[in-house]
């Protein structure tokens, strides 16, 4: 099942591109006339266990195929133990800046497919 990370944003005043909707992308010229608060639409899935979300982002143009531990959301972004699958994707939407800057330096540093994150990845 291919899934996809999108945004929409809105106008911006002086831009001539700006009534665009794109795709994220991490390419320099894709964010120069558009407003980084936009709300994300996430397209994610719970894995048949709930042990994992799995999701799509961008790095470099490229898809990545990426999976999350339940364990990370609960520790690392609010989602209480045990949460319901709603609130689990909340807390994805909710930490996806962090989570998407984490997909990207993994996947700088190691590329590949697919990126897995867990409590370790988000360990100062």
Known sequence: ??????ARF?????CANSRISDTIK?????????KMTSKLSIHATISADRAS???????REQ???CNITR????QCFWAPAGASDERLLKALSDGYERISARV?????????SS?????IDFSS
């Open 26 to 34: 991490t390419s320099e010229s894709h964010f120069s006339c558009r």
């Open 1 to 6: 099942m291919l899934l996809a990370v999108c």
């Open 115 to 119: 990126v897995h994150l867990d409590v």
């Open 10 to 14: 809105p106008p911006i005043e002086g």
């Open 53 to 59: 979300v799995s999701f799509v982002a961008f790095s």
């Open 104 to 112: 990207h330096r993994k996947f700088l540093a190691h590329p590949s």
């Open 71 to 74: 364990k990370a959301l609960e």
């Open 63 to 65: 898809a990545i195929q």
